[in-house]
């Protein structure tokens, strides 16, 4: 059981509930419920931020790591006593702050410094002399800013998507970078430390643009919701409803009688803000609510002499008043062969009806008038067609000739009368079946007769022969050494499983963090200086294009940030060994990084150099 070190009554959202602050969590519990709704282990505590003295409200503020928002608590206690609990807690997370960032400090943190080209590998292709220029290192307690020359006057702009002006370029790709944290921490890491450019970091990755940008240009369609205005409770006991000129869109697409009530009773009759409160307590707006209504809210409403003329019948007849003059096509007509078939069964139910309930009709019509109109207007918006006009692809002839049912998809468009087999010695090929043809009719023919008796005579005392063939079954014994030995190893595999779930991740959050930064950054070195040996194929050579010279000091450049993949890692095995963590957790986890990188750097040592 954790130990409880302080607690104090305190809201959160405008929510009532009890603040605690234990052992290893500083967590929230809202009235009435037993499992915390907020838990913040002490690792996550970044900054702390309190009301100003003789503020109305006592507030206290827990920013944590990676989110700046962080929690709002408000101590509902009376003021001096409120004022104590802020301060007891302010002074016990002030000293949990102070040791998460000492802890953070502590931690050494791998840096990548700048590229000697005179002690790195060799470049494959002939450097410039700027290249060559020794680059003095700079302390590792500040990242390198510093960017090669030949690099910095010789590489390509930022990539621009085409059709696309810069502002709204930069604009899609923070757009990009804020949709995907990861992403954005690694361009924080490598492009705003100048270990990469802006165009290195967003080449290969247009793909993320364009769809960002075919996200923007896609238009929305008319919402499928039925126009249902919600009225809201303010206080007082009144009833509002807001009306937003979009609201007002929609209910004159939606009912057009409104629309209609509105334009012969506005200005002259009504101003628009009587038109609007007249019509929501009318019963012209409660026959348009898309619910079931009761005889009982008829009563509740009011009679207004210029809405109630406007009022049309239910529709709850058998049939729907608004008739479908649509003929169907005959191809998905199912009563176009009905009169081919005859009626076997039982007799039609004439009085079958949609809906149980008489009052459940006109609003399942109307959901159904909304949908076609929904339909309707996407067809209108695809084809560019005015209001009210169908596409002729939705009007398909109804001719009863064969023409209806011939489908173009089922044609092969590549259709041929094959290839003409070409044979040598054409003759000798039919002589040779001919021959193969006498020798089977002069084989002798088997008589049936004399076949069925002797397989009667082969059935004769088969029961005998099938006992004395057979292994009595008390002496046969099966061998249980297979099943127990795959028995044992499935309750061995879910043992396994159920011990790597239930362990406790001891791995520090700050350590973790650096491993994670450690790996993206060599993921994306790796991947420039794969793009820069293997450009992509079919990439179209443009003045913008980098040169092959360009990319073997671009590849030379990644080379030598992968070279220190190596000691970044050690680094950690050392931070891990020191915290107590096995090491061998931290060396399996990077593993693969480091393999990779060793890869590159053999495969950039054995490159032979291009000739200049």
Known sequence: MPTTVCTAKASCKKLPGLLELTDTHLQWTQDGKKAPSIRVPYAEAASLFCSKEGAAQVRLKVSLVGDDTGHNFTFTSPQPVAISEREKFKQE???????????????????????????????????????????????????????????????????????????????????????????????????????????????????????????????KGKPGQLVDPRPEAVEGGEIKIRITPQLVHDIFDEYPIVAKAYSENVPNKLSEEQFWKRYFQSKLFNAHRASIRSSASQHVVKDDPIFDKYLERDDDELEPRRQRNEQVDVFIDLAATLEDHDETGNERDVTMRAGRQKAALPLIRKFNEHSERLLNSAL??????????????????????????????????????????????????????????????SEPKLDPAFVTREARASLQNWEVRLSQACIPFSLLKIERKAGDAALISMTQNVANRLDVRSRKNEIPDGLFRQMTTCQTAANEFLRQFWLATYPPLGEVETAASPTPAQRAVKAAKMIGYISKTHEKVLALVQTAAQHGIDPTRVESALKPVVQASERALAFYRNKKPSKA
């Open 93 to 219: 997370l002030t000293s949990i702050i102070s040791r998460n960032r000492s802890a953070s400090d502590n931690l050494p943190r791998p840096n990548v410094p700048p590229i000697n080209t005179s002690n790195s590998l060799p470049v494959s292709a002939a450097p410039t002399p700027a290249a060559l220029t020794p680059k003095p290192a700079v302390t590792p307690s500040r990242p390198s800013v510093s960017r090669a020359a030949s690099v910095a006057s010789e590489r390509r702009g930022t990539p621009v998507i085409a059709g696309n002006d810069p502002a709204s370029e930069f604009r899609l790709r923070k757009k990009v970078l804020m949709s995907n944290p990861e992403l954005g921490a690694l361009h924080r890491d490598l492009v705003m430390t100048g270990q990469i450019t802006e165009a290195e970091f967003w080449d290969g990755r247009e793909h993320l643009i364009l769809a960002e940008a075919a996200t923007e240009a896609q238009k």
């Open 380 to 441: 209108q918006v695809a084809f560019l067609l005015p209001v009210g006009q169908v596409p002729p692809a939705k009007r398909r002839r109804l001719d009863h000739g064969d023409d209806v049912f011939d489908i173009d998809d089922l044609h092969d468009s590549e259709a041929s009368s094959g290839i003409v087999l070409e044979m040598q010695d054409r003759q000798r090929y039919f002589e040779g079946r001919m021959s193969n043809a006498n020798e089977e009719a």
